[in-house]
DNA sequence: GGAATAACCTGGATGC
DNA sequence: TGCATCCAGGTTATTC
């Protein structure tokens, strides 16, 4: 599923392509793939065609192509399924192809960026910029300026400007699960059920400890696994289950191949030998080893 | 305001 | 072989 590593996977393979291109046609193939953009389809397209794309900027799990003039972006967010490829501009229609962008690079020439989404839960839009405070507003650009459905979405762990102060205080607050609280954008952006699980496996912490059972210390621990983690699975790729997630060329990552406890309910623990447990958790499922990750 | 939950959606896997 | 059911999970609206 696509966590902040596959995001960024993505950004920094659109990057070289879309930067300074301009979009000359937009083919709305499914108007699904449009729920961020109430105003429709036609909207959409007048909003996109002979404009020319900035920059490809990231933070957590949304990815958003800033426009010239700098009042507005495209933005991207790839659910569960979504996927950005990069084409020759006359290619065949991707399997669940739902937006096409035909541009124009100065030096790549013609090219197609197919949005294919099998589950529909991701979706383009075209969106306002607001400023950020003060730094970047995310990786990819120096502008402070975010879009405005990506407003109230936390910096994520990897950001120079993340607040590490904030985020212990934060966790030190509440009384839900910390799983709960990793998965809140709101708070720290970019991880997903996948991540989680692992992070909390290397700091040695059960998912359902509540966040104020925590000390700042044991904070700052899962906060340092959290960045170990998505480092490592952004150098490997991403992590690549099936056919959902692949980078700009198709191609999957690797990360698969490192993960620890995600989807190993019943194997044993690479660490103490122990089974792997499985538990439902808010209609998903958590991953964690019942002996080194003990509920506080 | 915090916390919990349902709904959205498709296709692969599984069971009968 | 065909059909029904389960499962995967990020975000958001709704409810308490």
Redesign the pocket.
Known sequence: ???LPEVEVVRSGLAPAVTSARISAVDVLDE?ALT?HPLGAADFVARLEGRAVRAAVRR???LWLPLEGDDDALIA?????GQMLLRESDAVRE??ERIRLHIEHPQHGRLAVAFAD????GSLAVDALVATEGAAGGFGSDLAQVPS??A??ARDALDPAFDERAFIA?VR?????IK??L????LI??????Y??EALWAARIHPES???ALSAQAVRRLLSEVRLVLEKALAEGGTSF??QYVNVNGQAGYFARSIEV??R?GKPCSRCGSLIK?V??????SHFCPVCQRKR
Do not use: W
């Open positions: 599923m696509p966590e699904r961020r957590g799990k949304f967010h790839l659910g569960m399924s399997r669940h099998q589950r529909t839960f459905q990506v109230h979405i934060a607050r509440r009384s839900s699960a709960r609280i998965l809140d954008q709101t952006s970019g991880i997903g059920n996948i989680a699980d509540h966040g104020a099936d056919a995600y989807g309910g499985r439902a958790f808010t209609n998903r499922s």
